[in-house]
């Protein structure tokens, strides 16, 4: 080797030149910058709803910042942005999630809450709870869909027309999410791989004897509750009443997908539209997601759920005249709003029409996606199940504050301890 040719450091491999990259680097808001490649994989990172709802928050902070001469930035600007919510009518709830997104995402800029501001804010929160509950026109607490028991979900089911596609999958859709607690978003999810159908021995309570059931086992590869996509699985035994067996009505809708021609690999609930044309073969718009083309969505249960309900008569259907009225009722606060002479004037417009908004929706029943979910954990909670069983079966911490507000705090009447006191007629 001639003196003149250049050696390699010891220890260091070669230079390797790196090609060009085809988008540009993202630059963060509070400094530096990542590939764009990266910043898509850290957005999707979030789920979908909770992506619109931060994007929704923010948006409503820069635009009540540029009203009002604030910056984004400032010192207590988060703060004085709850206090206007709150002045607007807006439930302790909302201040809570508004507050938690704008905490985060001034902490990504790096221009963090410090804590006096975080104290004052959680004050804020704390003030407007104890107003929704000295308020005696809205009954206090955010408004939550209502549970679904088996009565309830029987008389759904029998809305469908079992002989028809979409009756065998609405089916499916109705008794799956009940029997597995789910969140409308897990059935939506679920691959045809995902469901195992099995027998298994149980005891009898009755003979104490081992006795063979037929049962379903629920992959769930990734949830609200399992962003890590850890997986967990959610065992269901048969009912012995048919029509609210979920392996029945799975089983049905198994048969319409072969019969088609698409027991093929993909999403196990799939769409239909009103042709009654399957999965990818369906008109109308589409997932993103290439890969799942031909299967339902969240929004897709919560629709079924929703109709069932009105057709058994659970929920009032609103009539157009309902509707219009509401909108104009709408419209009406809002133009009066803008044109009150001050911001205090604005908000108490704003204010009184959510205050009767709101008594209105708590006057009805709420049934959405989220009842099955509700319902299902109830009925387990009421049959004398151990709550950390049911927490297992709906795949909550047994500590779960979220699971604690699904369980009744109410004891029977027989367990009432007024009775003890021998007073009764």
């Known amino acids: 080797m001639a003196s003149t040719e250049l050696v390699p450091a010891a220890g260091r491999a070669p230079a390797v030149r790196r090609r060009p990259r085809a988008e540009a680097d993202v630059h963060l808001p509070g400094g530096g910058r990542i590939t764009a490649s990266a910043a898509r994989r850290l957005n999707n990172a979030v789920p979908r709803n909770s992506r619109s709802a931060r994007d929704s928050r923010w948006s409503a902070y820069q635009d009540w910042c540029d009203t009002y001469g604030w910056d984004t930035a400032e010192a207590n600007a988060v703060l004085c942005f709850l206090d206007d919510l709150a002045d607007r009518g807006h439930p302790a709830s909302t201040l809570d999630a508004h507050f938690g997104t704008l905490r985060m995402l001034r902490a990504m800029h790096r221009t963090p809450l410090d804590k006096v501001e975080i104290k004052s804010c959680l004050a804020i929160i704390s003030q407007r709870r104890g107003e929704e509950a000295d308020d005696p026109l809205v009954e206090p607490g955010p408004l939550q869909a209502d549970g679904v028991d088996l009565n309830e979900l029987r008389l759904m089911v029998r809305q469908l027309d079992r002989t028809t596609v979409r009756g065998k999958r609405d089916a499916a859709v109705l008794l799956l999410d009940w029997w597995m607690a789910g969140r409308a978003s897990e059935p939506a999810r679920l691959n045809l791989h995902d469901i195992t159908f099995t027998t298994v021995k149980v ?140 911001a205090e004037e604005s908000n108490a417009i704003m204010k009184a029409w959510r205050t009767t908004r709101r008594a209105a929706r708590a006057a009805i029943r709420r049934i959405t996606g989220h009842s099955m979910r509700r319902g299902c954990i109830q009925a387990m909670l009421d049959a004398g199940n151990p709550p950390e069983a049911v927490a297992v079966h709906s795949r909550h911490s047994p500590r779960s504050a979220a699971f604690d507000a699904y369980r009744k705090k109410k004891l029977t009447w027989d367990q009432n301890p007024t009775a003890a006191l021998g007073l009764a007629a």
Not at 209 to 220: E, G, H, N, S
Not at 233 to 248: K, M, S, T
Not at 267 to 296: C, F, M, S, V, Y
Not at 311 to 334: I, N, S
């Open 203 to 342: 005891t009898d309570p009755a003979t104490k004897k081992k006795t063979q059931r037929p049962a379903l086992i629920v992959k769930i590869r990734r949830s609200k509750a399992d962003q890590q996509a850890r997986g967990q699985e959610v065992r269901i035994l048969a009912p012995d009443d048919q029509e609210l067996c979920p392996l029945f009505a799975l089983r049905e809708w198994l048969d319409v997908l072969a019969d088609d021609g698409q027991l093929t690999p993909g999403p196990l609930l799939r769409r239909i539209d009103r042709h009654g044309n399957i999965g990818a073969k369906a008109a109308g718009r589409h997932t993103k997601d290439e890969r799942r083309r031909g299967g339902i969505t969240s929004d897709t249960v919560n629709d079924i759920v929703k109709a069932a309900a009105r057709a058994a008569e659970l929920t009032p259907a609103p009539t157009p005249e309902e509707r219009a009225a509401e909108a104009l009722a709408a419209r009406e606060a809002k133009e009066a709003a803008e044109q009150a002479a001050t």
